[in-house]
């Protein structure tokens, strides 16, 4: 069974610190990894995603993240916030090998302080 | 298209009235996905189908629930005698056939009244 756990509710930095939003996940299989941001109101846009290639992915608007098997982590990183970050943001998995829907975390809310 | 469409934005029913909503995959995709947004951060799986085909029906409440994804037309989903726990947004993804990433459409507000 597959499972994603996002370890912080609402994150608050500094605009033009660092950004850290944490996911685990559990999966049977060797999983697909996404995150995902949604901004108030608004659908849900895919900012990156780990498919069994590179273990370091680079996705849209300056974010990042590092899919470690070891630590079944795939945190979500970027070098400076922009007031344009805060959203929530989800961390999804999915294997495929059992059904096409994906499972998705709880989300974490970012707000970037001016 | 390019993107995911999805009408209407917002859509209001009475308790006990249908209620339908559409979507538009992006052209070339083989599977559309319908999600439920209930509470902020909960989404809910509903239905998933491989072009024309039920691929996985395992979230959908058997009762009052109903979607096609018919040749040439937007997929659609369907909900008898709306009840009030039925407002929530629904969201309506695609992918491609490889299965990889699925690009979500900007979803449809239900308010049962």
């Known amino acids: 069974a597959q499972s994603v756990t996002q370890l912080d509710s609402h994150v608050s930095v500094s605009e033009g610190t660092p950004v850290l939003l944490r996911c685990n996940y559990s999966?049977?299989?060797?999983?697909?990894l996404f995150w995902y941001v949604q901004h108030p109101n608004k659908g849900l846009q895919l900012l990156l995603k780990?498919?069994?290639?590179?273990?370091l992915v680079k996705g849209i608007n300056g974010f990042e993240a590092e899919f470690k098997k070891s630590e079944t982590s795939f945190h979500l990183t970027k070098p400076s916030a922009h007031m344009s970050d805060a959203a929530e943001y989800f961390c999804?998995?999915?294997?495929?090998?059992?059904?096409?829907?994906?499972?998705f975390g709880s989300g974490t809310r970012l707000s970037i302080r001016p | 298209g390019e993107e995911v469409a999805q009408t209407p934005k917002h859509l209001v029913r009475g308790e006990g009235q249908k209620a339908k909503l559409y979507c538009a995959p992006i052209?070339?995709?083989?599977?559309v996905f319908w999600y439920q947004q209930v509470l902020k951060n909960e989404f809910k799986f509903l239905i998933s189908?491989?072009?024309?085909?039920?691929?996985?029906e395992t979230g959908m409440p058997k009762e009052r629930f109903s979607a096609k994804c018919l040749p040439n037309s937007p997929c659609s989903l369907e909900i008898q005698a709306t009840k009030l726990e039925d407002s929530a947004v629904y969201f309506c993804?695609?992918?491609?056939?490889?299965?990889?990433?699925?690009?979500f459409g900007p979803g449809t507000r239900l308010t049962v009244t």
């Open positions: 993804a695609s992918s491609p056939p490889l299965l990889l990433e699925q690009y």
């Open positions: 999966s049977s299989y060797s999983p697909s």
């Open positions: 780990y498919t069994s290639a590179a273990t």
């Open positions: 999804v998995v999915s294997d495929y090998s059992s059904a096409s829907k994906i499972i």
């Open positions: 052209k070339g995709h083989s599977y």
């Open positions: 189908f491989q072009n024309e085909n039920v691929f996985d």
